[in-house]
């Protein structure tokens, strides 16, 4: 007992003797005097107590939250059963709301590790009305002017990806670099840790066998030796000098390992775009540096190849430029997420209206005590927020979990910035946040109508109430939880389909045990197109020697792969081509088409006859004969990529082949194929993929593939060495992760949804035994009865189905990216979803149906009387 | 059982309370006891003060600094906790004191029978 305590009490005491000493003084006995003056004073522990109460002042609403607190725990502790399941759905529910965010947050929200990043914007200045969409950059020329006129922007920096190899120290690999001005890193603010970034001169041409190493390559590679720093290393075949190298986590763009100078070179007939960033000076808006942009690119002399387009200029935030692609489908991902958490809301909020219906005792007992309405409204909030909050604190762990879920199935290399998804304080806050909101979301309606009965009615209808008040709201809660299911399945359904249409793409070739690898040859070793096609040549005749090889050929650009050449050409007999009209154009070996299944419509293949020196050739798919020479065979015909052709421009098709799936598009392309034995020009060969159809029975010939490479130069490394279906999942990657956990989420919903009306038809049931019971003793069957049970969760399901359908058609558009050949409103996943939802729902009405069916009429009447 | 809607009844009750105490003490220095006693004396035995609101409101009131409070010795030797009215509590007690008047003068007014009426 406190000091002030003892104080009260003393005063009490006083008060009390004074009070008898009075009555005595007016004659009457010790024992009256004390009997009359404790009657007189009434309790005195209550007294001490609001006399405390009233001592404390204002520290009084968190003795109150204190109390109610421990009476909440109190409470739920009464009630394992409950408790467990409410705090079970909770977890899950804001877990999987905090591994969302935790994603999103990384990913959108986290400003980039850069020095005031906000700043940091890309300019651009393309064509927006291209056919494909471009990323944002500027031209080398515009660059240029702009880099020297720019008054907006403190300064502009140009950088560009690229792939490298590394060869000399250790195996050869690929890695992912970025060529980069010199000023580059200072405009992000992030200086080397060591040695130095590239100097003005550097940034020349020519004067640019320079390279800056990532923190990590330089640990993984170089040992972490300080004495890195000038010496040489050799990327492409180029020796480089290393000056620099970056601090731990600097990998901007996109995990680069290895930055070398921009070093621009102009060329007179090609232009060259490439992503600029530049830090905004202070009190300049992106739309003031957008109009000078625009000024400065109107300013420039207009290059008339570049006349039928109309680039627009943009000024954007550099972490949008990051982040575009995953934005919509990170944002639906969290809108699904959250439709979970609301779904575990109704459900506990149901769980909450039945234990207030079996507490209706407790509470109108306390009422009679004296306890405000007010008091028990919020005695019942906080027991909510209470459950919301031990809910969330187990949700960190479920979002622990799901975090790495997450990022395991994530696709590799597909979403920006996923280093920088961590837990961290935002995601704490983030949970605390969601769980009062959430704890007030499903406790304020049960608590309303908890604390709002008058208790002559509670205490004296005792347990014969039929249907009670609640019996509505708990019918809307589980309507809108069957409606929001039906919603996130609908989006599952649609993704599912997609991707069942996607697989089962007739995609002109047999994918099926075809390996392919592709390999980079660097310049300074295969300058020029003979030295290409005899490392071509060599390795084609290596593989073809694996046991077990089969089929083996050659691809420039391979379908499903990342990159493709394509373009325009020209018709013998001043046929115009059909407008908008162009095609892919891979160069391949001989036996190509065999080794990856593409079937020879018309004519023949590729042979080593059709090399320099003999007639030029080229195979046409079904698309170009059929658009170009409708009516005759399309062997025999003339055309050109050279303009104007001159006479011995001219290539002759030989053969037809059927068109096939080129890229994530998934649709068919018009493709003429090259020989590689004729290509000129090492830019079409100096990338190549080759693909192997291994033999019926042969087991895995990957070794022996990545063996071949290395016999024919060892300085080369293999890339993406895999199979056609790995490459095709690897396509279709994004939309395959989003279903994932579309689906994922659908499913706790309809688990929950039908937890909930599983929930609410029991207690319907229980509710109900003495009207069933009456109903049977005046002649119902059990299976009038089952049926009776049954309507009601039909006639429930079907109302939540009915909205969950409008919610739908109006809410799946979102997905209308992801999607592949199917509509957002596409009635067959709607009628089959619903169908789904329907059949859970039925059978979670089952159980307490038959549970109904099976009460029998004596009984209940005898118990209840 | 049914309390009345609102906050009225006992806000109504506490103001008048702390206006009563605080009147009560102008006389001097006493203690809880000698309060109830005093008020039930003075209003001809209508007002019996409740302890559970006595003592509460002379523990709001010191701790609003209009009373102040040290242990005593009662007349019998009782070890007592005396109140006093400081300067800021006879403030108080004016101006609840002219809010009263008017507010007694105002429900007077109204419930008094108008003379045209009578005439």
Redesign the interface.
């Known amino acids: 007992m406190s000091e002030r305590d003892k104080e009260i009490q003393e005063e009490i005491a006083a008060h009390l003797e004074l009070s008898i000493a009075d009555k005595m003084a007016r004659g009457a006995s010790r024992d009256d005097a004390e009997r009359a003056a404790r009657a007189e004073f009434g309790n005195v522990t209550h007294v001490a107590e609001v006399t405390r109460e009233a001592q404390r002042g204002s520290g009084l609403w968190l003795e109150r939250l204190a109390q109610d607190l421990r009476y909440g725990w109190r409470a739920l502790r009464r009630t394992p059963a409950f408790t467990a399941v409410a705090v079970a759905t909770l977890a899950l529910a804001i877990g999987a709301n905090s591994a969302v965010f935790t994603v999103v947050n990384g990913v959108l929200l986290t400003p980039l590790p850069f020095r005031d990043a906000g700043r940091l914007y890309a300019a651009s200045y393309l064509p927006t009305d291209l056919p494909f969409e471009l990323p944002p950059g500027l031209d080398d020329r515009l660059y240029l002017e702009y880099r020297g006129h720019v008054s907006r922007f403190e300064q502009v920096a140009g950088y560009q990806r690229q792939a490298l190899t590394l060869s000399g120290a250790g195996d050869a690999t690929r890695l992912a670099g970025a060529r980069a001005s010199a000023n580059f890193f200072e405009v992000l603010g992030v200086q080397p840790a060591l040695g130095r970034a590239f100097t003005p001169q550097e940034d020349q041409a020519g004067n640019d066998q320079v390279v800056i190493l990532s923190d990590r390559l330089w640990r993984t590679r170089f040992n972490g030796d300080r004495g890195v720093l000038g010496t040489t290393i050799t990327l492409d075949g180029i020796l480089r000098t290393v000056v620099g190298v970056m601090p731990p986590g600097f990998t901007f763009p996109a995990a680069s390992e290895a930055w070398t100078p921009l070093a621009l070179r102009l060329d007179a007939g090609n232009s060259f775009i490439f992503p600029v960033v530049g830090r905004l000076r202070a009190n300049v808006t992106p739309d003031q540096a957008k109009s000078e942009l625009e000024a400065i690119a109107r300013a420039m002399p207009q290059d008339p190849r570049a006349s039928g387009f109309h680039p627009t200029a943009s000024i954007i935030p550099l972490k949008d430029t990051l982040t575009t692609h995953v934005r919509t489908s990170l944002l639906v991902l969290a809108g699904a997420v959250a439709f979970v958490l609301l779904i575990a809301c109704a459900n506990v909020a149901n769980l909450l209206l039945i234990r207030a219906a079996t507490r209706r005792h407790e509470m109108a007992v306390r009422v009679a005590l004296g306890a405000s309405r007010g008091r028990i409204a919020r005695q019942l909030l906080t027991e909510s927020v209470l459950i919301a909050l031990i809910g969330g604190a187990l949700g960190m762990l479920v979002a622990f979990v799901g975090v790495r879920g997450l990022l395991a199935m994530a696709p590799a290399g597909r979403i920006p910035r996923i280093d920088e998804v961590h837990m961290n304080g935002w995601v704490l806050l983030f949970t605390l946040a969601v769980s009062v909101i959430t704890g007030i979301l499903f406790g304020v309606v049960p608590a309303k109508s908890g604390a709002g009965r008058q208790p002559q009615e509670a205490l004296g209808q005792g347990t014969r109430l039929v249907g009670g008040p609640h019996h509505r709201l708990r019918s809307v809660f589980v309507t809108g939880e069957i409606a929001l299911a039906l919603i996130l399945l609908t989006g599952a359904g649609l993704m599912i389909k997609s991707f069942l249409l996607m697989r089962s793409l007739d995609t002109g070739y047999d994918a099926s045990r075809v390996i392919t690898m592709a390999v980079d040859l660097p310049p300074i070793a295969y300058p020029d197109a003979a030295r290409l096609q005899a490392f071509h040549t060599a390795l084609l005749e290596r593989l073809a020697r694996i046991p077990g090889a089969g089929r083996v050929g050659a691809v420039s650009y391979r379908p499903m792969g990342d990159m493709g050449i394509m373009g325009d050409f020209w018709v013998e007999g001043a046929t115009p081509l059909p407008h908008g009209f162009s095609v892919d154009k891979p160069t391949v070996s001989p036996g190509y088409f065999a080794a990856l299944g593409i079937r020879m419509v018309a004519g023949r293949d590729f042979t080593t006859a059709d090399r320099a020196g003999s007639p030029g050739v080229v195979v046409v798919s079904e698309t170009v004969a059929r658009r170009l020479w409708p009516n005759e065979s399309a062997v025999g015909k003339r055309i050109s990529m050279v303009e104007p052709p001159g006479p011995n421009d001219w290539l002759t098709v030989i053969g037809v082949v059927n068109d096939v799936v080129q890229d994530a598009g998934l649709t068919r392309h018009s493709t003429i194929y090259l020989p590689y034995l004729q290509t000129t020009s090492p830019f079409f060969i100096n990338h190549m993929t080759f693909v192997v159809r291994p033999a019926t029975g042969a087991g895995n010939v990957a070794p022996a593939i990545r063996a071949s490479l290395r016999e024919v130069d060892p300085a080369v490394p293999a890339q993406a060495l895999q199979t056609m279906d790995q490459s095709m999942m690897d396509t279709i990657a994004e939309p395959v992760f989003q279903m994932r956990l579309l689906a994922t989420f659908a499913f706790l919903a309809l688990l929950l949804a039908a937890i909930g009306t599983y929930g609410v038809l029991a207690y319907d049931v229980t509710e109900r035994t003495r009207e069933i019971g009456l109903r049977m003793a005046l002649g119902a069957t059990p299976g009038n009865v089952l049926g009776m049970v049954l309507r009601r969760t039909a006639a429930l399901a079907l109302l939540g189905a009915a909205l969950g359908v409008a919610g739908s058609l109006t809410l799946t558009s979102v997905l209308t990216k992801s999607l592949f050949e199917v509509k957002p409103t596409d009635p067959v996943t709607l009628v089959a979803v619903t169908i789904v939802l329907m059949l859970a729902a039925l059978l979670a009405g089952y159980l307490p149906a038959q549970r109904a069916a099976g009460v029998r009429a004596l009984t209940t009447l005898l118990l209840h009387e | 059982?049914?309390?009345p809607r609102g906050l009225s009844r006992i806000e109504l009750l506490q103001g008048t309370l702390d206006l009563i105490i605080l009147q009560t003490l102008r006389w001097g220095p006493r203690?809880?006891?000698?309060i109830?006693?005093m008020i039930r004396a003075s209003s001809a035995d209508v007002l019996r003060v409740?302890?559970?609101s006595l003592?509460?409101?002379?523990?709001?009131l010191?701790?609003q600094g209009w009373i102040a409070a040290e242990w005593g010795t009662?007349e019998?030797k009782?070890?007592?906790?005396v109140y006093t009215l400081t300067a800021k509590g006879r403030k108080q007690l004016e101006r609840e004191r002219s809010q009263w008047e008017q507010l007694s003068r105002a429900i007077g007014a109204i419930l008094a029978p108008s003379p045209e009426v009578e005439s």
């Open positions: 059982m049914n309390e203690h809880g006891y000698g109830a006693q409740d302890t559970g003592y509460p409101a002379l523990h709001r010191e701790r009662s019998n009782q070890r007592v906790r």
